[in-house]
């Protein structure tokens, strides 16, 4: 089974023709990376006008690598949502348009449930029940996942997700955008005990992210120490460096500690790291050094796949597609949409000390 996948849920155009949920056939993704530079971040209205301008020659260059017309696709899955809403209704739009007029089912995906499904491609079948820990830009989730298409938000961000924190760092001290390559790179071969920040707690006890507090305190840091930003075009200091690779081990360490506190409560027997974080090797080294300390597979997508892509749309889609789920031409973008569909029960915790009412 060939599926369309499109993806546009904030600043990357990207179409992908996935075979049977695993085999990529071809991967197109149009970044807007240069576009955004200028403003630090994404400028929604210039995402949306930029995916106008990409959609169509974005899925007619994936159709072409794949070797494929479009009357040799058998669906088309979507991003519906979360996201920048102009962007989400570009995608979306498109792929009604081809749905109707080819007569073929159309699947609206979660995108963070795509990037849960991003992991599909290089590693082996994940073994349930899993944790998922979601980690980009716009999102810093822990899903437990009992069975695949069965979600429950079991860790949450308070208020930044870590990849907006890695950005908003990154700018505060002078680095391109954007901020988590630039931090991750200036950060190799430097003690990140030389200069330490705290991790944040969480007053009512639940084991939930916050990492605006974080930012408070690099700012806080580089005001009282004097530190100056680089300058433009510039290379960064020792104390950049140093501030840096503290900050990205405070976060790697606030992730990691959820983590292994909930893999304890919940058993997993699949880790699964994904998001566009996920490509911070940190992260990655921290992660892998868990599992193998409890004898739990951690599963990664490829660093091309953690970034938002269209091929983990098109294999969550296959998913719903298998077990008969369809859209009709009502769909449509939805950036409130959430990816949680059960709730907890005792049995289902190892020990009964903690409720998660999230």
Excluded: W
């Amino acid at each position: 089974m060939l599926i369309l996948g499109i993806e546009s849920s904030c600043d990357e155009t990207a179409a992908a023709v996935v075979r049977d949920g695993r085999e990529i056939v071809s991967s197109v993704i149009s970044s807007q990376i240069e576009l955004h530079r200028p403003f630090g971040g994404v400028f929604p209205e210039l995402a949306a006008r930029e995916h106008l301008v990409k959609i169509r020659p974005v899925v007619n260059e994936a159709l072409a690598k794949a070797g494929v017309g479009l009357t040799e696709i058998d669906a088309i899955a979507v991003t519906r949502g979360p996201g920048l809403i102009g962007s989400l209704l570009v995608g979306v739009s498109y792929a009604k348009g081809l749905a109707f007029g080819l007569g073929l089912p159309l699947i609206g995906v979660n995108h963070i449930e795509g990037h849960v499904y991003s992991v599909n491609f290089e590693n082996p079948p994940v073994k349930y029940p899993a944790l998922a820990l979601v980690v980009s830009g716009g999102h810093t989730n822990l899903f437990y996942i009992p069975e695949e298409g069965k979600y429950r938000v079991v860790s949450r961000t308070r208020d930044d997700a870590a990849g907006e924190a890695f950005d908003k760092v990154g700018k505060l001290l002078g680095l391109p955008y954007p901020g988590g390559p630039a931090i991750e790179t200036i950060s190799r071969g430097i003690d990140p005990s030389k200069v330490r920040f705290p991790v944040a707690k969480i007053s009512d006890g639940r084991p939930d992210f916050s990492f605006s507090g974080l930012k408070t305190a690099v700012a806080r840091y580089v005001r009282e120490n004097g530190v100056e930003p680089v300058a433009d075009g510039g290379e960064p200091t020792e104390r950049i460096r140093e501030i840096a690779a503290g900050f990205q081990a405070t976060v790697v360490r606030s992730l990691m500690s959820n983590v292994e506190k909930l893999a304890d409560e919940l058993g997993p027997r699949t880790l699964i790291v994904a998001g566009g974080v996920a490509c911070n090797m940190a992260l990655r080294d921290a992660a892998e050094s868990f599992g193998a300390s409890r004898s739990i597979p951690v599963h990664f997508p490829s660093k091309h796949l953690s970034t938002d892509n269209a091929a983990m749309i098109a294999a969550a889609g296959h998913f719903h597609l298998a077990r008969g789920k369809r859209d009709d031409l009502s769909l449509t973008a939805d950036v409130t949409i959430r990816l949680q569909n059960f709730d907890l029960e005792d049995g289902e915790l190892r020990r009964k000390k903690v409720r998660y009412k999230l």
